[in-house]
């Protein structure tokens, strides 16, 4: 059971970090890289009659994305861990009980692993032993975890905060339950956070897991008692992209941004027609444009008249929509995201 002030210092810090900037960018990042990005919410908007922006719906409003981020990350995982690493020594039994741990399926969770990191500036491993005794590996995503470290290097970890939701089953449907784990070197413990407050997890199991337990029978009394095993550190492994642990995204948001801008305008400029020519209207037979519009859609044809000897007529106004302005802009845009993430373009020459 927490102290009272620890309890209050863990519920207030814990709250500050889920509101946090830092933890933003991570969630931000993972989002971005399976797709949903800002031009999912654009909406086309014009000068109203007040001056301000208002949003229309009446017109093409494409939102095209091409995910260069994504690649960038996919790229750099590749690069990193794309191969199976190589377990080699004297020692032929230490080599053997390596390959046993580290297989193919742990390369495939590296390989996540990394992904992750990138993605969030940083993310973890976390070996356990499961129900059966086996040995495992667990991932937690940077927006999972909230360190408390020793150092300021962030070498030497005190304690963990895990933070996670999950949908519990209820009465009447489903409710979602917030999780919070507190990783030490003994054990792991669980909490509910409730308005920001942590209450022991006692529905779901033990509020405090050991890492391993055994049996063992005391030679004094004959007895089986269960003995619980912990570790010397905080079995909570982590790996940084970088020194500063910034996601790869905080690199070249703004870019991938305005890619998907001018890539979206781009389409919206070739789909509309009024966009690309402006009529001009000569003793039209008719005053309200929309019917004009409507008349000439129907039936592709349109009526005009004489007025005091001056013919009518409707001319245009050509508006070019020029192409090679739209691939250079995005093809500049695309080197700056490449640049930025220090990443390299297979199709430059």
């Not at 000068?47 to 996919?74: A, Q």
């Not at 003995?227 to 070249?252: H, M, T």
């Amino acid at each position: 059971v927490l102290a009272s002030d620890t309890k209050t210092w863990l519920e207030n810090t814990l709250t500050a970090w889920l509101n946090s900037k830092e933890r933003k960018a991570q969630i931000e990042a993972e989002r971005y890289y399976v797709g949903e990005q800002k031009i999912d919410n654009r909406e086309r908007e014009v000068i109203g009659e007040n001056g301000r922006l208002e949003t229309v719906r009446n017109v093409t409003n494409n939102r095209l994305k091409n995910n260069i981020y994504r690649h960038m990350v996919d790229q750099k995982r590749n690069f990193s861990f794309g191969k199976p690493f190589v377990i080699e020594g004297k020692d032929d039994a230490s080599v053997k009980a390596l390959k046993s741990v580290f297989d193919e399926h742990f390369v495939r969770i590296i390989n996540i692993l990394g992904k992750d990191a990138i993605n969030g500036g940083k993310a973890a491993l976390y070996p356990y032993y499961n129900e059966e005794g086996e040995f495992c590996f667990e991932i937690f995503k940077a927006s999972e975890l909230l360190p408390i470290w020793k150092d300021s290097l962030h070498t030497k970890l005190l304690f963990c905060l895990r933070y996670y939701e999950t949908e519990v089953q209820k009465t009447f449907g489903t409710e979602t339950v917030e999780k919070v784990q507190i990783f030490t070197k003994e054990a792991c413990y669980n909490y509910i956070r409730s308005s920001g407050r942590l209450i022991p997890d006692t529905d779901s199991g033990e509020v405090v897991n050991y890492m391993s337990t055994d049996y063992v029978v005391d030679p004094e009394t004959n007895k089986i008692e269960k003995v619980y095993y912990g570790w010397d550190k905080v079995p909570i492994v982590f790996f940084r992209f970088n020194a500063i642990e910034q996601p790869l995204l905080s690199r070249c948001k703004s870019l991938q941004d305005a890619y998907n801008e001018i890539l979206s305008n781009f389409k919206n400029q070739m789909d509309e027609d009024p966009g690309q020519s402006i009529l001009v209207l000569h003793n039209y037979d008719g005053e309200d444009l929309k019917e004009f519009r409507s008349k000439l859609a129907v039936h592709r044809a349109i009526k005009v008249r004489s007025v005091e000897g001056v013919d009518g007529k409707v001319e245009t106004l050509r508006i070019e929509v020029n192409s090679a302005n739209y691939e250079l802009i995005l093809k500049l845009l695309k080197k700056a995201i490449v640049e930025q993430c220090h990443g390299f373009d297979v199709k430059d020459d």
